[in-house]
Protein backbone atom coordinates (compact mmCIF):
# COMPACT_ATOMS: atom_id res chain seq x y z
CA UNK A 1 0.00 0.00 0.00
CA UNK A 2 1.52 3.47 -1.11
CA UNK A 3 1.92 5.70 1.59
CA UNK A 4 -0.94 8.37 0.51
CA UNK A 5 -3.24 5.87 2.29
CA UNK A 6 -2.15 4.03 5.43
CA UNK A 7 -4.46 0.75 6.46
CA UNK A 8 -4.06 -0.74 9.53
CA UNK A 9 -5.95 -3.35 11.54
CA UNK A 10 -6.33 -3.99 14.83
CA UNK A 11 -9.35 -5.10 17.18
CA UNK A 12 -11.05 -5.65 14.09
CA UNK A 13 -11.29 -2.34 13.51
CA UNK A 14 -9.29 -1.40 9.96
CA UNK A 15 -8.13 2.48 10.40
CA UNK A 16 -7.84 4.17 7.31
CA UNK A 17 -5.78 7.22 7.11
CA UNK A 18 -5.85 9.43 3.93
CA UNK A 19 -2.24 10.45 4.31
CA UNK A 20 -1.06 13.74 2.12
CA UNK A 21 -0.80 15.85 5.42
CA UNK A 22 1.16 18.62 3.77
CA UNK A 23 -1.38 19.14 1.19
CA UNK A 24 -4.12 18.59 3.84
CA UNK A 25 -4.53 15.39 2.20
CA UNK A 26 -6.24 16.64 -1.17
CA UNK A 27 -7.94 13.62 -2.51
CA UNK A 28 -5.54 13.36 -5.98
CA UNK A 29 -6.28 10.34 -8.24
CA UNK A 30 -3.49 8.41 -6.51
CA UNK A 31 -5.19 8.71 -3.18
CA UNK A 32 -8.40 7.60 -4.77
CA UNK A 33 -7.76 4.60 -6.12
CA UNK A 34 -5.65 3.54 -3.01
CA UNK A 35 -8.83 4.02 -0.81
CA UNK A 36 -10.71 1.88 -3.33
CA UNK A 37 -7.73 -1.03 -2.91
CA UNK A 38 -7.98 -0.72 0.89
CA UNK A 39 -11.73 -1.19 0.66
CA UNK A 40 -11.25 -4.51 -1.62
CA UNK A 41 -8.76 -5.58 0.62
CA UNK A 42 -11.03 -4.89 3.76
CA UNK A 43 -14.05 -6.39 2.16
CA UNK A 44 -12.68 -9.84 1.86
CA UNK A 45 -10.88 -9.83 5.08
CA UNK A 46 -13.14 -11.90 7.94
CA UNK A 47 -11.28 -10.19 10.39
CA UNK A 48 -12.63 -6.62 10.29
CA UNK A 49 -15.79 -5.79 11.80
CA UNK A 50 -15.79 -2.31 10.71
CA UNK A 51 -13.72 0.71 9.13
CA UNK A 52 -12.74 4.02 10.90
CA UNK A 53 -11.67 6.40 8.37
CA UNK A 54 -9.52 9.60 9.59
CA UNK A 55 -6.79 12.19 8.03
CA UNK A 56 -3.27 12.62 8.68
CA UNK A 57 -1.47 15.58 10.11
CA UNK A 58 -3.21 18.35 12.58
CA UNK A 59 -5.24 20.12 10.37
CA UNK A 60 -7.16 18.40 7.70
CA UNK A 61 -9.68 15.16 7.98
CA UNK A 62 -9.17 16.46 3.96
CA UNK A 63 -9.26 19.71 1.71
CA UNK A 64 -11.58 17.59 -1.04
CA UNK A 65 -10.46 16.82 -4.68
CA UNK A 66 -6.94 18.02 -6.04
CA UNK A 67 -7.42 20.46 -7.81
CA UNK A 68 -4.01 21.27 -9.44
CA UNK A 69 -4.53 17.46 -10.25
CA UNK A 70 -8.12 17.80 -11.50
CA UNK A 71 -7.79 21.38 -13.10
CA UNK A 72 -5.61 19.28 -16.10
CA UNK A 73 -7.89 16.99 -16.62
CA UNK A 74 -10.28 19.88 -17.17
CA UNK A 75 -7.90 21.61 -19.20
CA UNK A 76 -8.18 18.31 -21.44
CA UNK A 77 -11.83 18.67 -22.11
CA UNK A 78 -15.47 17.63 -21.21
CA UNK A 79 -14.70 13.38 -22.00
CA UNK A 80 -11.34 13.61 -20.08
CA UNK A 81 -12.91 15.16 -16.90
CA UNK A 82 -15.54 13.23 -16.46
CA UNK A 83 -13.82 10.22 -16.83
CA UNK A 84 -10.57 10.82 -15.01
CA UNK A 85 -12.10 13.01 -12.09
CA UNK A 86 -15.69 12.95 -11.91
CA UNK A 87 -16.38 9.02 -12.34
CA UNK A 88 -13.79 8.38 -10.23
CA UNK A 89 -15.13 10.76 -7.27
CA UNK A 90 -18.50 9.73 -7.34
CA UNK A 91 -17.51 5.79 -7.30
CA UNK A 92 -15.43 6.18 -4.11
CA UNK A 93 -18.10 8.09 -2.59
CA UNK A 94 -20.78 5.15 -3.61
CA UNK A 95 -18.76 2.55 -2.84
CA UNK A 96 -18.36 3.93 0.79
CA UNK A 97 -22.38 4.53 0.97
CA UNK A 98 -22.87 0.42 -0.20
CA UNK A 99 -19.63 -1.12 2.15
CA UNK A 100 -21.24 -3.56 3.88
CA UNK A 101 -19.14 -3.03 6.63
CA UNK A 102 -19.88 0.11 8.66
CA UNK A 103 -17.84 3.16 7.76
CA UNK A 104 -17.01 5.81 10.70
CA UNK A 105 -15.47 8.87 9.21
CA UNK A 106 -13.18 10.65 12.16
CA UNK A 107 -13.31 14.00 10.99
CA UNK A 108 -9.94 15.33 12.50
CA UNK A 109 -9.98 18.82 10.93
CA UNK A 110 -10.84 20.89 7.72
CA UNK A 111 -13.21 18.29 5.58
CA UNK A 112 -13.81 20.68 2.69
CA UNK A 113 -15.18 19.54 -0.53
CA UNK A 114 -14.86 16.21 -1.51
CA UNK A 115 -13.67 15.74 2.47
CA UNK A 116 -17.22 16.32 3.00
CA UNK A 117 -18.71 14.50 0.85
CA UNK A 118 -16.79 11.58 2.38
CA UNK A 119 -18.34 12.76 5.19
CA UNK A 120 -21.68 12.87 3.74
CA UNK A 121 -21.24 9.23 2.12
CA UNK A 122 -19.89 7.08 5.10
CA UNK A 123 -22.67 5.64 7.33
CA UNK A 124 -21.44 7.38 11.10
CA UNK A 125 -19.19 10.33 11.85
CA UNK A 126 -17.78 12.03 14.78
CA UNK A 127 -15.95 15.10 14.49
CA UNK A 128 -13.29 16.29 16.46
CA UNK A 129 -14.37 19.84 18.42
CA UNK A 130 -11.41 21.44 16.03
CA UNK A 131 -13.20 20.43 12.54
CA UNK A 132 -14.36 22.63 10.09
CA UNK A 133 -16.77 21.89 7.08
CA UNK A 134 -17.17 23.25 3.82
CA UNK A 135 -18.84 23.04 0.33
CA UNK A 136 -16.89 25.43 -1.24
CA UNK A 137 -16.77 24.41 -5.10
CA UNK A 138 -18.79 27.40 -6.19
CA UNK A 139 -15.85 29.61 -5.12
CA UNK A 140 -14.02 27.41 -8.05
CA UNK A 141 -16.49 28.24 -10.71
CA UNK A 142 -18.27 24.66 -10.26
CA UNK A 143 -21.02 22.22 -8.51
CA UNK A 144 -19.62 19.63 -6.12
CA UNK A 145 -19.06 16.36 -8.34
CA UNK A 146 -18.54 13.54 -5.81
CA UNK A 147 -22.40 13.29 -4.91
CA UNK A 148 -22.04 16.54 -2.76
CA UNK A 149 -25.49 18.27 -5.04
CA UNK A 150 -27.07 14.75 -3.92
CA UNK A 151 -26.29 13.42 -0.60
CA UNK A 152 -26.40 16.61 1.49
CA UNK A 153 -29.97 18.00 0.66
CA UNK A 154 -31.24 14.20 1.36
CA UNK A 155 -29.13 14.58 4.93
CA UNK A 156 -29.91 18.42 5.63
CA UNK A 157 -33.18 19.68 3.40
CA UNK A 158 -33.15 21.44 0.31
CA UNK A 159 -32.84 25.04 1.86
CA UNK A 160 -30.52 24.00 4.39
CA UNK A 161 -27.85 22.31 1.77
CA UNK A 162 -28.41 25.24 -0.80
CA UNK A 163 -27.21 27.85 1.57
CA UNK A 164 -24.41 26.16 2.17
CA UNK A 165 -23.61 24.77 -1.61
CA UNK A 166 -24.38 28.07 -2.72
CA UNK A 167 -22.31 30.40 -0.19
CA UNK A 168 -19.51 28.12 0.01
CA UNK A 169 -18.98 29.22 3.62
CA UNK A 170 -17.51 26.79 6.33
CA UNK A 171 -19.90 26.13 8.93
CA UNK A 172 -19.06 24.78 12.62
CA UNK A 173 -19.30 21.02 13.72
CA UNK A 174 -21.89 21.90 15.78
CA UNK A 175 -24.08 23.26 12.63
CA UNK A 176 -22.51 19.61 11.30
CA UNK A 177 -24.44 17.88 13.77
CA UNK A 178 -27.28 19.98 13.84
CA UNK A 179 -27.93 19.31 10.23
CA UNK A 180 -27.49 15.65 10.29
CA UNK A 181 -24.13 15.75 8.74
CA UNK A 182 -22.35 13.93 11.88
CA UNK A 183 -23.33 12.40 14.72
CA UNK A 184 -21.17 13.83 17.47
CA UNK A 185 -18.55 16.27 18.81
CA UNK A 186 -16.16 15.18 20.83
CA UNK A 187 -12.44 16.85 22.08
CA UNK A 188 -10.17 16.75 19.59
CA UNK A 189 -7.82 14.13 21.63
CA UNK A 190 -10.74 11.79 22.40
CA UNK A 191 -11.65 11.79 18.36
CA UNK A 192 -9.98 8.02 17.94
CA UNK A 193 -10.79 6.25 20.69
CA UNK A 194 -14.53 7.66 20.40
CA UNK A 195 -14.76 5.91 16.71
CA UNK A 196 -13.13 2.83 17.87
CA UNK A 197 -15.74 2.99 20.91
CA UNK A 198 -18.52 3.07 18.47
CA UNK A 199 -17.58 0.80 16.04
CA UNK A 200 -16.88 -1.87 18.74
CA UNK A 201 -20.22 -1.36 19.83
CA UNK A 202 -21.74 -2.13 16.35
CA UNK A 203 -19.21 -5.14 15.97
CA UNK A 204 -21.35 -6.73 19.24
CA UNK A 205 -23.54 -7.82 16.70
CA UNK A 206 -23.81 -10.37 13.60
CA UNK A 207 -21.91 -8.84 10.65
CA UNK A 208 -24.67 -9.82 8.40
CA UNK A 209 -27.37 -8.33 10.45
CA UNK A 210 -25.39 -5.08 10.17
CA UNK A 211 -24.35 -5.72 6.30
CA UNK A 212 -28.11 -5.92 5.91
CA UNK A 213 -29.39 -2.92 7.92
CA UNK A 214 -27.00 -0.69 5.61
CA UNK A 215 -27.85 -2.08 2.28
CA UNK A 216 -31.79 -1.78 3.45
CA UNK A 217 -31.21 1.78 4.76
CA UNK A 218 -28.60 2.93 2.07
CA UNK A 219 -30.57 1.46 -0.84
CA UNK A 220 -34.22 2.07 0.36
CA UNK A 221 -33.41 5.48 1.04
CA UNK A 222 -32.63 6.60 -2.21
CA UNK A 223 -36.27 4.89 -3.60
CA UNK A 224 -39.96 4.97 -3.14
CA UNK A 225 -40.65 3.74 0.36
CA UNK A 226 -42.66 0.80 -1.59
CA UNK A 227 -39.45 -0.13 -2.84
CA UNK A 228 -37.23 0.57 -0.06
CA UNK A 229 -39.59 -2.19 1.92
CA UNK A 230 -39.47 -4.81 -0.71
CA UNK A 231 -35.75 -4.10 -0.14
CA UNK A 232 -35.87 -4.33 3.61
CA UNK A 233 -37.75 -8.09 3.13
CA UNK A 234 -34.82 -9.30 0.89
CA UNK A 235 -32.51 -8.06 3.17
CA UNK A 236 -34.09 -10.01 6.29
CA UNK A 237 -34.96 -12.62 3.57
CA UNK A 238 -31.14 -13.63 3.26
CA UNK A 239 -30.68 -13.47 6.81
CA UNK A 240 -33.11 -16.38 6.97
CA UNK A 241 -31.49 -19.27 6.62
CA UNK A 242 -28.23 -17.87 8.44
CA UNK A 243 -26.44 -19.50 11.68
CA UNK A 244 -26.21 -16.11 13.12
CA UNK A 245 -30.34 -15.32 13.22
CA UNK A 246 -30.53 -18.76 14.73
CA UNK A 247 -28.02 -17.63 17.35
CA UNK A 248 -29.54 -14.23 18.08
CA UNK A 249 -32.97 -15.72 18.39
CA UNK A 250 -32.11 -18.86 20.52
CA UNK A 251 -29.60 -16.45 22.67
CA UNK A 252 -32.73 -14.31 23.29
CA UNK A 253 -34.48 -17.28 24.46
CA UNK A 254 -32.43 -18.46 26.71
CA UNK A 255 -31.17 -14.98 28.03
CA UNK A 256 -27.52 -15.33 27.03
CA UNK A 257 -25.03 -13.43 25.18
CA UNK A 258 -25.40 -13.97 21.59
CA UNK A 259 -22.08 -15.40 19.70
CA UNK A 260 -21.98 -14.88 16.12
CA UNK A 261 -19.88 -16.60 13.25
CA UNK A 262 -20.75 -14.51 10.18
CA UNK A 263 -22.57 -17.17 8.42
N1 LIG B 1 -6.12 20.61 -3.83
C1 LIG B 1 -4.78 20.68 -3.99
N2 LIG B 1 -3.97 21.20 -3.06
C2 LIG B 1 -4.52 21.68 -1.95
C3 LIG B 1 -5.90 21.65 -1.73
C4 LIG B 1 -6.72 21.07 -2.72
N3 LIG B 1 -8.05 20.94 -2.59
N4 LIG B 1 -6.18 22.21 -0.53
C5 LIG B 1 -4.98 22.58 -0.01
N5 LIG B 1 -3.99 22.27 -0.87
C6 LIG B 1 -2.55 22.48 -0.67
C7 LIG B 1 -2.17 23.93 -0.93
O1 LIG B 1 -1.95 24.16 -2.28
C8 LIG B 1 -0.89 24.01 -0.11
O2 LIG B 1 0.13 23.39 -0.83
P1 LIG B 1 1.58 24.12 -0.98
O3 LIG B 1 2.07 24.26 0.43
O4 LIG B 1 2.38 23.17 -1.82
O5 LIG B 1 1.30 25.44 -1.63
C9 LIG B 1 -1.21 23.12 1.08
O6 LIG B 1 -2.22 22.23 0.68
C10 LIG B 1 -1.68 23.88 2.30
O7 LIG B 1 -2.83 24.63 1.94
P2 LIG B 1 -2.95 26.23 2.09
O8 LIG B 1 -3.92 26.71 1.07
O9 LIG B 1 -1.60 26.85 2.09
O10 LIG B 1 -3.57 26.34 3.55
P3 LIG B 1 -4.44 27.53 4.13
O11 LIG B 1 -4.55 27.29 5.58
O12 LIG B 1 -3.94 28.84 3.65
O13 LIG B 1 -5.90 27.34 3.45
C11 LIG B 1 -7.82 26.11 2.73
C12 LIG B 1 -6.68 26.19 3.74
C13 LIG B 1 -8.56 24.78 2.95
C14 LIG B 1 -8.80 27.28 2.94
C15 LIG B 1 -7.26 26.18 1.30
O14 LIG B 1 -6.21 25.24 1.20
C16 LIG B 1 -8.27 25.87 0.23
O15 LIG B 1 -9.09 26.71 -0.12
N6 LIG B 1 -8.21 24.64 -0.34
C17 LIG B 1 -9.14 24.24 -1.37
C18 LIG B 1 -10.46 23.79 -0.79
C19 LIG B 1 -11.42 23.46 -1.90
O16 LIG B 1 -11.86 24.30 -2.66
N7 LIG B 1 -11.79 22.17 -2.00
C20 LIG B 1 -12.73 21.70 -2.99
C21 LIG B 1 -12.05 21.28 -4.22
S1 LIG B 1 -13.24 20.80 -5.46
Not at 5 to 21: C, F, H, S
Not at 96 to 106: N, S, Y
Not at 214 to 229: F, K, Y
Request: glycine share 10%; with cysteine.
Amino acid sequence: MSDVVLLETRDRIALITLNRPDKLNALNYELIDRLMAALDAIEIDAGVGAVVLTGAGERAFSAGADITEFSESVRRGRNTAIRDFVRRGQAMTARLEAFRKPVIAAVNGLAFGGGCEITEAVHLAIASDRARFAKPEINLGMPPTFGGTQRLPRLAGRKRALELLLTGDPFSPAWAREIGLINTIVPHDELLPAARELATRIMRHSPLAVGSVITAVTRGLNMAIGEGLLIESEQFAAMVPTSDLREGLGAWRERRPPSYSGR
